[in-house]
């Protein structure tokens, strides 16, 4: 992809039904994304911006538009080449951490790496180095109730970032942190972003982070206004 985009969204849709009624949550979404960009998606509750999320991510299909992933067609593509292009090139934070409570920190962010066929070796190396990297090398062994909220989310980020993904889609990411903690993860996020060059998209309530980001993309309604 010579011209750096990792995300590429077209005139995107997305209709749901609800009884004998069709609601339009989204419609006529068009951005590009960037690698090594940090964006923030902001707009009031029920603007469609965790859709819009899902779309980007290969988990919905659209009701028209399209997206594309490092250059390849992935909103349409079939399931099976889609969960692949998803696994190898798009990680996912969310505001609750869904660690497997059973296993430990190092493992939490080994699986995915696992699960895509790395060795166990491999798959702990990287653990551990994206553990370093978010400051959390002495709590590898920990299981995610021995952690505390904001290092609970640092594993969450460890384990998106750990298949070396080209994006990161999070929502909401420290929505359930307080006030200082959430500082330190908004910290965080831009220095992976910087150190890695992974393209970052964050939907957010968050003013404070959404101001750290190098664009804005601002939902209302369904439709995507001016970027900031």
């Not at 969960?83 to 296993?103: D, K, M, T």
């Not at 551990?128 to 980020?157: F, K, M, N």
Request: hydrophobic share 40%.
């Amino acid at each position: 992809m010579s011209n750096g985009q990792v995300l590429v969204a077209e005139n995107l849709g997305q209709t749901f039904s609800e009884g004998p009624q069709a609601v339009e949550v989204l419609r006529g979404v068009s951005f590009r994304i960037e690698r090594g960009e940090c964006v923030a998606i902001v707009g009031r509750s029920g603007s469609g911006k965790t859709t819009l999320l899902h779309l980007l991510g290969g988990l919905e299909q659209p009701s028209q538009g399209s997206v594309q992933l490092l250059g390849e067609a992935f909103s349409h593509a079939g399931e099976a080449k889609r969960s692949q292009l998803r696994n190898r090139h798009v990680g996912f934070v969310y505001q609750l951490h869904h660690l497997l409570p059973e296993f430990t920190a190092r493992e939490n962010v080994a699986l995915p790496c696992v699960i895509g066929g790395l060795s166990v070796r491999e798959a702990q190396q990287r653990a551990d180095d994206l553990l370093a990297r978010v400051g959390l090398a002495h709590r590898g062994g920990h299981t995610p109730a021995q952690l505390s909220g904001g290092e609970r989310q640092r594993v969450a980020l460890a384990r998106a970032l750990v298949t070396q993904p080209a994006v990161v889609l999070a929502d909401e990411p420290t929505g359930n942190l307080d006030r200082d903690t959430a500082e330190q993860i908004h910290e965080l996020i831009l220095t992976l972003n910087r150190d890695l060059q992974t393209s970052f998209v964050i939907v957010t309530h968050e003013e404070r982070l959404a101001s750290l980001m190098n664009r804005r993309l601002r939902l209302e309604q369904g439709l995507l206004l001016a970027a900031e």
